[in-house]
């Protein structure tokens, strides 16, 4: 450990000579929360920018993998990829003006991001509605390690202006440094988009067959896969129902929360598995999916300006809500029915899965509510907003 403390100090010395010597240029470098990952606000934005880039400016995604370089490289869009080409790396590194991420952790190569004053850091944002809070409402290492990620960065956006100013105070922000210009993953959701991730994930096109989809958010504490906790869960008598009423039920996993005891080997239940599909993105999927099963996910956010229909299993919520806290009451705005049992789930399932209109006249007044604090749904063009915003940057 130490040769390597050692080393790694080494090397930043040396590249922090280096870079003196490198002209800073008009280079924005964007990647997604997980180097392995082609996926959300980032990935939108950069093929947004990538398609109205000019001489002004020249964007790179940032990749460690080498399925999304060739990918990439296909579509002659700009990439840079430390295992594949270090050379180019570090001169684009070395050389941008701007990073971003959907993450609050940017590219930061040997800390020589974090140290440059020359390099503005922006956050595009990940998450939404609720639960965006400081990890833990008590003062411990962990809380104030998040605030710090988050201060680390010149600007952050987020979706609202009635989140920005909660967050802007919540993660102690300096009140010029937040930004509310929506989230360029649900711009997709203002006008059709072509459905072909079911097939991307199974291998065979959807037909007729309706689509569940349950999204279990990252606990900061240990729990087993939340869907175990269900009274009355038996996945062979679930696998059954759903083929009896030609359903499917796909889930995944936070990226941070270990994939144990999940049910798997399902004709009906399909465990999306993030780390071998790189091109799987949620707000894609989401407009194939019929019916969302959820917790405390950003995804309800997205998914309410489809108005489809939501069900709720929140087994842990006493226990969620001490160790990380809410914007705002969860259980008062929640914008759909919760359900506790194998068999209340079964039948909420078939109620608004037939009659999503029901679902509307059910919750109206709470999803105009919600969508009023957690998303501007007069926001529908992200991409191009926070794109004049990075560009207007570059010459500061």
């Given at each position: ?316 919520y006493k226990r969620y809500?001490?160790h990380q806290g809410f ?12 359900v506790n049992s194998m ?54």
């Amino acid at each position: 450990m130490f040769l390597k403390f050692i080393l790694k100090k080494s090397l930043s010395i040396f590249f922090s000579i280096i870079k003196i010597f490198i002209r800073k240029k008009n280079y924005i470098i964007i990647q997604s929360y997980n180097p392995y990952s082609y996926s959300e606000n980032s990935k939108y934005l950069f093929e947004y920018m990538s398609r109205h880039q000019s001489h002004k400016f020249k964007i790179y995604w940032n990749t460690n993998s080498k399925i999304i370089s060739n990918f990439l490289k296909k579509k002659n869009l700009n990439y840079i990829n430390i295992k594949k080409n270090p050379l180019k790396f570090l001169y684009i590194f070395l050389s941008a003006k701007i990073i971003i991420d959907s993450g609050t952790k940017f590219l930061d190569f040997l800390g020589l991001a974090s140290s440059d004053l020359k390099v503005l850091k922006i956050c595009i944002y990940h998450g939404g509605g609720p639960k965006l809070m400081p990890i833990s409402k008590k003062i411990t290492k962990e809380r104030q390690k998040n605030i710090q990620d988050h201060k680390a960065f010149n600007f952050i956006n987020f979706p609202s202006s009635f989140v920005k100013n909660k967050c802007q105070k919540n993660f102690d922000l300096d009140v010029n440094k937040v930004l509310s210009l929506g989230y360029p993953r649900c711009d997709q959701f203002f006008k059709k988009k072509k459905k072909k991730i079911f097939k991307y994930i199974t291998g065979h096109d959807k037909h007729n067959s309706k689509v569940i989809l349950y999204t279990p958010t990252w606990r900061g504490y240990k729990y087993s896969f939340p869907l175990n906790y269900m009274k009355g869960i038996n996945y062979n008598n679930l696998n059954n129902f759903l083929k009896k009423n030609d359903l499917f039920f796909f889930y995944s996993c936070h990226p941070n929360q270990k994939n144990k005891n999940i049910p798997l080997k399902f004709s009906r239940i399909k465990f999306i598995n993030i780390k071998k599909l790189p091109f799987y993105d949620t707000n894609e999927f989401l407009n194939e999916v019929d019916l969302l099963l959820n917790d405390y996910s950003a995804s309800s956010t997205d998914f309410v300006i489809l108005k489809k229909p939501q069900i709720f299993f929140i087994p842990d919520y006493k226990r969620y809500d001490n160790h990380q806290g809410f914007l705002d009451n969860y259980k008062k705005n929640l914008i759909g029915p919760e359900v506790n049992s194998m068999t209340g789930l079964k039948k909420k399932i078939l109620k608004y899965s037939n009659s999503p209109k029901e679902y509307n006249n059910e919750f109206r007044l709470k999803i105009k509510n919600y969508t009023k604090k957690y998303y501007n749904l007069s926001i529908k063009n992200s991409s191009k907003l926070l794109k004049d915003f990075v560009v207007s940057k570059l010459d500061y």
